[in-house]
Structure formats: structure tokens, C-alpha cells
């Protein structure tokens, strides 16, 4: 089995910063991607920012400039730079692991972690 760690989540002022980081440990063959969500009540989990195995990134428009995802492949460990953090910033971050099957039959599995809120407020 495959367990996702999540930290770094907290309460800061707009403009503010944090780091969020994500440990993947377990059953791990071949990582395909690694991704920040978020998600608000009442509202769909949105993507926030991704990187590939082969460090490819792509980030929801809302953060560009201001978000950074990056990935210690030694470590299994995906990291969220958040930078100039805006109220409509706050929600509860989600990783998410997506594998490549060890059997080798092309199927991908997913994985989320546990979530941790990101509040920015003054």
C-alpha cells in the first residue's frame, strides 16, 4: 500500500507564505505525476498545480506567478511554494500520487493525502 504525508498548512496574512510537502513511502514502482488540489465547502476539488516524472509542471491560472511545485524524486516528496497568498487562497490542499502499475500493464493508480488547510486571513 501506498501512504501520502501531508505538512506545512497553517495561518497566514495575505501576502504571506507557506510550504506544504508531501511524502509518498510504501509500494512505490514508477510515479507518473505528482499534484496539489484544493477544495472548499460546498465546492469541487480543483487542481492546483502538477509535475511529471519527466518534471513537466502545469498550474491552475489563479497561481501562476505566485505558486511553485517541485518534486525530490530521492525523496518521493512533492513541495507547494506558495507565495503573495490571497484570501480566495484558503482551502483544505490535497496531494495526489498518480502510479504506474508495477505489473506493467499501463494502468494508473491514484492516491490521495490526509488534506491540510491553508487559511489566509487578516
Known amino acids: 500500500q501506498v501512504q501520502l504525508v501531508e505538512s506545512g498548512g497553517g495561518l497566514v496574512q495575505p501576502g504571506g507564505s507557506l510550504r506544504l510537502s508531501c511524502a509518498a513511502s510504501?509500494?512505490?514502482?514508477?510515479?507518473?505525476?505528482m499534484g496539489w488540489y484544493r477544495q472548499t465547502p460546498g465546492k469541487e476539488r480543483e487542481l492546483v498545480a502538477a509535475v511529471t516524472n519527466e518534471g513537466s509542471t502545469a498550474y491552475r491560472d489563479s497561481v501562476k506567478g505566485r505558486f511553485t511545485i517541485s518534486r525530490d524524486n530521492a525523496k518521493n516528496t512533492v513541495y507547494l511554494q506558495m507565495n503573495s497568498l490571497k484570501p480566495e487562497d484558503t482551502a483544505v490542499y490535497y496531494c495526489k500520487l498518480i502510479l504506474r502499475s508495477r505489473s506493467g500493464d499501463g494502468n494508473l493508480l491514484y492516491y490521495w493525502g490526509q488534506g491540510t488547510q491553508v487559511t489566509v486571513s487578516s
Open positions: 510504501g509500494n512505490i514502482f514508477s510515479i507518473n505525476a
